[in-house]
């Protein structure tokens, strides 16, 4: 089940939140925990013993932490939350990695929030928590448990004991869901097609300039998918009183790769720095340690979007970017006009993110030397068609990714617009993929 379906829009989501309403504040932990497995179990009922099996392992190894930490058994300690560690990853890896079972939704996100809790009670930053029923709700939290954003348990700690409903919380909660779901069905959607339409030019027809436009379309539709995914989860959490960090701050904005990496996916990108790259030194051990750690982290993070080759590239292409900035190139840039940052920012990134598109690697170098040119014809009457039927779609994503529409996205009467356009999109729909649902 994904956010933008029917049977989601029409069903669920009401049915939830009507039961979580009229259920008196101290049982609602157990309505959103019962919620989200039945959420989570709609496809492939199976995976619910894996999510209980997840959070039963690490509500016991928190305790057993707890426990240690408080009888100064740092060894013991240490030992758990090795094991920890390691089950969480044994299992991501079999399932994601194995080919031998389909992969789990959204094990990814849930895998990262089990271990960041284990270890924060390590490290003494969170107490253990002993009501097995709120872990349990935050483990497998529906709003952000298949795409995120990757929520600590540190983070929610006070509101899985607390947390009061407010008409504030609610309509503002609403709007940010229904302006998520207008970009992901309105946008995402629309804007996914013309990437599909480009990948379908033949070869020896393709010129550089539909090569671009196909890239660009792409890297505008995973922005819009995944942000809107994220707006979604927010918003929906918003509505039973949780307040979850953004994900995402108009990265397309941004005037280098460093920029873009601070506002694209930042929970992940905040996960990695807290419990990779600054428990392996960080910046704190001299530049060569530095540049070690940043590939590091950039290997891991594209590990773990896929197995494919394409995936470790495209983390390494962004690692090694952010080293050259750290290098030279911020420096280069800062003394440019800052048109030529936001220029370089948006087409290293969208050259990216052709590479995690494509997940045959040939397939993504060759789609590469198109855009430089490869194909000898810069322009021709595909690409001319391309840009007639879909230039103001274009220029309305452009618009949104820039920040643009950031207060009217504020007015309630576009909320409800794109709430209806939205549903009417999907009652025809074909075509409505979630592009992070395989992760």
Partial sequence: MVFSSLIFLTRFLPVFFAVYLLTPAARRNLVLFLGSLFFYGWGEPVYIGLMLFSAVLDYGNGLLIARAKAKNIDRLAGAVLAESVLVNLSLLGVFKYGEVLPLPVGISFYTFQTMSYTIDVYRGETKAQRDFVAFGAYIAMFPQLIAGPIVKYKDVEGELVYRPLSLRDGCEGIGRFCMGLGKKVLLANQIGLLWEAVQKIPPGQMSTAAAWMGSAAFALQLYYDFSGYSDMAI????????????????????????????????????????????????????????????????????????????????????????????????????????????????????????????????????????????????????????????????????????????????????????????????????YNPFLYFRF
């Fill in 235 to 430: 918003g929906m959490a918003q509505m039973i009183g949780f307040h979850l960090k953004e994900n995402f701050c108009y990265p397309y904005r941004s005037k280098s790769i460093t920029e873009f990496w601070r506002r694209w996916h930042i929970s992940l990108g905040q996960w990695f720095r807290d419990y990779v790259y600054i428990p392996l030194g960080g910046n704190r051990r001299g530049w060569k340690i530095q540049l070690r750690n940043i590939l590091i982290v950039w290997a891991l993070t594209g590990i773990w979007h896929g197995k494919g080759w394409n995936f470790l590239a495209w983390g390494m292409y962004f690692g090694v970017l952010l080293i050259l900035e750290k290098w030279f190139l911020l420096g280069w840039l800062s003394r440019l006009p800052a048109v030529c940052g936001h220029l370089y920012a948006v087409l290293a990134a969208v050259i990216g993110m052709t590479v995690f598109a494509l997940e045959e690697l040939p397939e993504g170098l060759s789609w590469i030397g198109m855009l430089f040119g490869s194909t000898g014809r810069l322009w021709n009457a595909e690409a001319l068609w391309l840009l007639s039927n879909d230039g103001f779609l274009f220029l309305i994503c452009l618009v949104g990714a820039a920040g643009l529409w950031k207060k009217p996205a504020r007015w309630p009467v576009l909320w409800f617009l794109s709430f209806f356009l939205s549903i009417a999109y999907l009652v025809d729909a074909a």
